[in-house]
């Protein structure tokens, strides 16, 4: 059986349920790894090609709540060992759970390799290949359009950068290999150790764009605080109103909460309990300050509302027990009102604020409020575009590889590995770099090896 | 043509054109392999003639004469006979890249070969300048004369060298030559382009050879060989070298030198656009290093010993194109040289070679049945790439007339694979020369084990005898058997273990680990654990090296190994020869037209093809087994 492969095989958007789908080797043995049967019940023999129901596990971590059918050989779409698991609709647990799988050592799928494999081990008719060639074009092309477009501007550039001090060690090394008599500077340890780290730091720094790629896709885990009658709900209908933005019913993990997105330039903000957003409801007394930590613990933005029309009061008081210390975006709510207090009184309480005067009724603060989210979320070490952002699975994925082969040519070089041993992990990792921008192989080097060195005797 | 009277001047199964290195590997394979041979060659004193540098290996160049020996070929055993200077290249730098590089007494080298040559049992030698390959119905039947012998024979392997259609240029002079004074060969030229071969011009160059007595050596610096001798052949391993080395010397051009190389640039052939041919770009000339690397103050030259009965010297990195007198002038201001003394000039040489992508992988055309081709006419360079290929074409010439399977070594198996798959799958712009870094699989395609991973193949094909194929079969075993015999010794962190670690420089133990193990450790060798091993068998340098270099770098080479079979998967996924690519739904039209025109033998050669796209790959799998699943249909029926 070929090596493992896996992909989402729904349409990706908005769907009741979402199949991650794999095939290949060791496909029931990942399955198994990252499935938990309903009271810890094990996968048997038994359950072959049935729908077994439990959890996506990843460590202990539930990812989502799933039906997976295992099923064995010979009796599959491709003809191979197959595992398709059933998760709920929408982005994030598809794509958690397809992470997960990619991370157990499978491999993401090209365009159309299910079916070309089902094709190749027998499956499918000969008056269905032709539809298997087409299949293979048609998203051959889309993917490349797709992955041609997120590559134009600065992250082809950064990772051809890259590509290029990376061209230069091997350049260095092959030249000092093959032309040793020549009249070159052979290459330095001490060089490639610097170039190496170089490569790696920029490499962390790319993949580090992947987090705010991944909250591009998952969105800004946002919570809204402020005690009743603060103008919540204003809020969130003002920036809604704004920026006419798309508010999806997304079933979550836990069926009963309803998640909303609002999306402020692209970006888009999960507000995390709804519970909180309720007008009727006190969010500190009902939901008890634990279930409110909780929350706060993950959330990449806390936005406090307060009435500068009111006194504080002891609900306030409690908000601000809560959130002092975090980095926060406090709303002074109300200004078309009489003021009650001194914007400064807030100072004292948090390490970092931002503090933003609304009017909600007269829509007074909602740009500014955009701007602060806009800037908490570019802002950073390294200044990016958005086109920097690494946003595309398949480009993560050959950035991890091309962090970790780097990293062992840099603990080769610590351990003063010969040259021809460690060159190895650094074609690698240049290959690696080479899948994302599609560019080839050996003639870039030995172009540069001419170009570059005075050789020949 | 002015009809000449012809004559039957023989029945042969395998006729070679040429006498070079690539020529005379072809005929010895072929004669050896029990097949009735002659050698025609436009001259007898220039078998094997070392036209250019007076050496033999290098990076890359190395590996090939060890693989060439490993499956059976002579040119290993022939330098071991005559070199008079030996250096191991880039010790420091891993196991995989090491290379042998030695001197050769130019005129030994021919007179050892000529000497192998005539002594050859089904070979016959014979000066005689071809000019007709005649071929009938798609296939060749023999060879022409110009003196009117028809010399029939099943096979033809064509390695003519620079001789085929040479033009020497010396500044303005330029004039028909082979290398070195030698006839050329142009009626030859002539006919193969009425046969409708396509030819095109490449170029080379060679410096001047000047006399021993008239360099100034107290300013050079003196190269001189190794003190350990390794030979290239695996038969020589455990023999006693007792050569009196002869040492090369290093100077440097000046400022002056390339003064005058400037000021007379326009009287170069090359620069001045007489010469069409492409040159090689690791091995310019001094006009092209000048003007390419303007910033640089000096250049390298080194003066080496042509053979130990003559006193020219051989200027190496000085090769050109300039008139003569600009010659002497450049030359007279290098270190060392103020009072040279020219014997023989500088020249640019221009010959004619073939596309090598209508060549298979074995060497033979794709249209002319039994034509073969090796050597500088596919645009290679070097004495030991032609070597290489003029051992492929002969075995597989005779391997067609024995009716066997051909004889394909891929890029995973040897250097020789790469530089064949190079050539005739992706062709070349410039005269090719093999590098290290060509090769992917370099740390598996070591020159140490050229014997562990090809003496087999040549044994199979009645190159390697019995005896020779049996000793590397006990050299493997005795590799095996002490790496296992390693993991069994364990040795323990007792204070007098500890002691002697110290002593190595090496960290103690905490827990026992075996001596497999420890050799890991990168300041341990093999030899150095000796120490703690008292029971160990005797056991030569070269199977010792081959412990150590197995144990180091396992984890590197297990890597190669998967990347290897993966490699493998495609190759062997064959493509049939009557395959017709416009029939193709899906592929790419580029991917059309290349591989119409390059016919891969499989999968993974096509992949190499510049132009095939990897979705183009996935339609020509589903076509492949969509034609077999109607094969096996048409057979059930």
């Known amino acids: ?457 | 043509m002015i009809e000449t009277r012809t004559y039957n001047g023989g029945e042969f199964d395998v006729a070679v054109i040429g006498a070079g290195h690539a020529g005379v590997e072809a005929a010895l394979a072929a004669s050896r392999m029990g097949l009735r041979t002659i050698m025609l060659t436009i001259s007898l004193d220039g078998i094997v003639a070392l036209s250019c540098n007076p050496n033999i290996g290098g990076t890359g160049k190395g590996h090939l004469v060890r693989e060439i020996d490993a499956l059976g070929g002579e040119m290993a055993l022939n330098i071991d006979k005559s070199f008079i200077q030996s250096r191991m290249l880039n010790i420091s730098k891993g196991p995989a890249v090491h290379s042998l590089r030695v001197q050769a007494d130019k005129k030994t080298y021919h007179i050892e070969m000529k000497q192998i040559i005539e002594n050859e049992e089904n070979l016959t030698l014979r000066q005689a300048e071809v000019i007709n390959i005649i071929i009938e119905d798609g296939r060749v039947t023999g060879v022409l004369t110009r003196t009117g012998a028809i010399y029939n024979s099943k096979a033809v392997v064509v390695a003519t060298g620079t001789y085929l259609g040479g033009m020497v240029y010396i500044g303005e002079v330029s004039y028909q030559s082979g290398p070195d004074g030698m006839f050329p060969s142009l009626l030859l030229s002539e006919s193969l382009k009425e046969n409708g071969f396509k030819l095109r011009r490449m170029k080379t160059g060679t410096p001047a050879r000047v006399h021993k007595d008239s360099i100034d050596y107290s300013v050079m610096e003196v190269q001189p060989g190794d003190d350990e001798i390794v030979p290239f052949s695996f038969l020589n391993m455990n023999k006693e070298f007792k050569v009196d080395q002869v040492p090369c010397y290093l100077t440097y051009t000046t400022e002056e030198t390339h003064n005058i190389i400037r000021a007379n640039l326009d009287r170069s052939p090359m620069f001045s656009g007489y010469i069409e041919g492409v040159g090689p770009r690791y091995c310019p000339s001094i006009e092209d290093k000048v003007v390419r690397f303007g910033d640089r103050d000096k250049h390298q030259v080194f003066i080496e010993p042509e053979g130990l009965t003559t006193k020219e010297m051989y200027v190496q990195g000085v090769s050109s194109s300039l008139p003569e007198e600009v010659q002497i002038q450049m030359y007279r201001k290098i270190k060392g040289l103020e009072n040279v003394q020219f014997m023989r000039s500088a020249y640019a040489i221009e010959y004619d070679s073939i596309d090598p992508t209508i060549l298979k992988r074995t060497l033979e055309h794709k249209n002319v049945k039994n034509l073969f081709f090796a050597g500088q006419i596919n645009g290679s360079s070097g004495y030991e790439e032609a070597a290489a290929q003029g051992l492929i074409a002969g075995i597989n010439a005779s391997q067609n007339i024995l009716g066997r399977e051909p004889f394909i070594l891929d890029r995973s198996e040897a250097y020789i694979g790469v530089l064949i798959d190079d050539l005739v799958t992706k062709g070349t712009d410039e005269p090719y020369r093999m590098m290290t870094s060509r090769a992917e699989y370099r740390l598996t395609l070591r020159q140490d084990n050229a014997d562990l991973r090809l003496t087999k193949r040549g044994y199979e094909i009645g190159l390697v005898s019995e005896d020779r194929y049996r000793l590397t079969l006990e050299k493997e075993k005795s590799i095996n058997d002490e790496l296992q015999r390693l993991q069994k010794i364990i040795l323990t962190p007792t204070e007098d273990n500890n002691k002697k670690l110290m002593e190595l420089s090496s960290v103690p133990l905490k827990t026992a680990i075996n001596l497999y193990e420890l050799i890991r450790r990168p300041e341990i060798t093999y030899d150095v654990t000796e120490v703690f091993d008292t029971q160990r068998p005797f056991l030569n340098k070269e199977i010792r090296l081959q412990v150590e270099t197995h144990i180091k770098y396992e984890g590197y080479i297990k890597k190669q190994m998967q990347q290897i079979e993966q490699f493998k998967k495609l190759e062997n996924k064959m493509i049939p020869e009557d395959i017709i690519y416009t029939n193709i739904r899906g592929l790419s039209n580029e991917a059309v037209q290349k591989l119409a025109k390059i016919q891969p033998d499989s999968i993974g050669q096509a992949s190499r093809i510049s132009g095939v796209s990897p979705a183009d790959i996935n339609v020509l799998l589903i076509h492949l087994e969509q034609r077999r699943r109607r094969e096996n249909n048409g057979k059930n029926q």
């Not at chain 1, 709920?88 to 799988?101: A, C, F, N």
């Not at chain 1, 499956?123 to 590559?151: F, H, M, P």
């Not at chain 1, 019913?249 to 609002?262: A, F, S």
């Not at chain 1, 406090?304 to 959130?323: G, K, T, V, W």
Request: contains cysteine; proline residues 2%.
């Open chain 1, 1 to 457: 059986m070929s090596a493992t492969i896996a992909a989402i095989s729904t349409a990706v958007g908005e769907s009741g349920i979402g199949i991650v789908r794999m095939s290949g080797r060791d496909s029931i043995e990942i399955g198994k790894s990252i499935f938990k049967g309903i009271r810890g019940k094990e996968v048997e023999a038994s359950d072959n090609r049935k729908l077994v129901y439990g959890h996506i596990v990843d460590d202990d971590k539930i990812v989502d709540e799933v039906l997976v059918a295992f099923m064995m050989e010979p009796y599959t779409y491709t003809r191979e060992n197959m595992v398709e698991i059933y998760c709920h609709g929408g982005i994030i647990p598809v794509k958690k759970t397809l992470e997960l799988i990619l991370s157990k050592g499978a491999k993401l799928a090209e365009p159309g390799e299910f079916t070309k494999r089902a094709f190749l081990n027998g499956r499918l008719d000969l008056t269905q290949a032709e539809a298997v060639i087409d299949i293979i074009k048609a998203k051959t092309e889309v993917s490349y359009d797709v992955s041609l477009n997120q590559l134009e501007g600065s992250l082809s550039r950064e990772v051809e950068s890259i590509r290029s001090i990376l061209l230069q060690m091997i350049a260095h090394i092959e030249v000092s290999i093959d032309f040793p008599e020549d009249d070159i500077e052979e290459v330095t340890y001490e060089e490639l150790v610097e170039n190496g780290n170089l490569v790696l730091d920029r490499i962390s720094k790319l993949l580090a764009t992947s987090q705010r790629g991944k909250i591009l896709r998952d969105g800004l885990n946002t919570v809204i605080l402020g005690k009743p009658n603060v103008g919540k709900s204003s809020l969130l209908n003002a920036v809604l109103r704004e920026n006419r933005a798309i508010v999806t019913d997304i079933p979550g993990t836990t069926r009963d909460v309803i998640e909303e997105y609002i999306n402020i330039d692209g970006i888009p903000l999960k507000i995390m309990d709804t519970a909180g957003i309720r007008e009727t409801e006190d969010l500190v007394e009902k939901i008890g300050v634990d279930r409110a930590k909780e929350s706060l613990k993950n959330a990449d933005l806390i936005i406090a509302i307060f009435d500068i029309s009111r006194e504080l009061s002891n609900e306030d008081y409690h908000i601000i027990d809560l959130i002092k210390d975090k980095k926060t975006v406090v709303l002074l709510n109300k200004t078309d009102l009489p003021n009650k207090y001194d914007e400064n009184y807030f100072r004292d309480y948090f390490k970092e604020i931002e503090i933003i005067f609304t009017s909600m009724t007269e829509g007074v603060g909602i740009e500014e409020l955009e701007n602060s989210i806009r800037n908490m979320f570019y802002q950073g070490d390294v200044k990016l575009d958005s086109s920097m952002i690494i946003n595309n699975l398949r480009h993560k994925n050959q950035l991890e590889l091309a962090k970790i082969n780097i990293e062992s040519v840099l603990n080769d070089l610590n351990n003063m590995v010969p040259l021809d041993c460690l060159e190895v992990d650094l074609k690698n990792c240049w290959e690696n770099l080479g899948e994302i921008t599609g560019e080839s192989i050996t003639e870039d080097i030995l172009d540069r090896i001419f170009k570059e060195f005075c050789i020949g005797k």
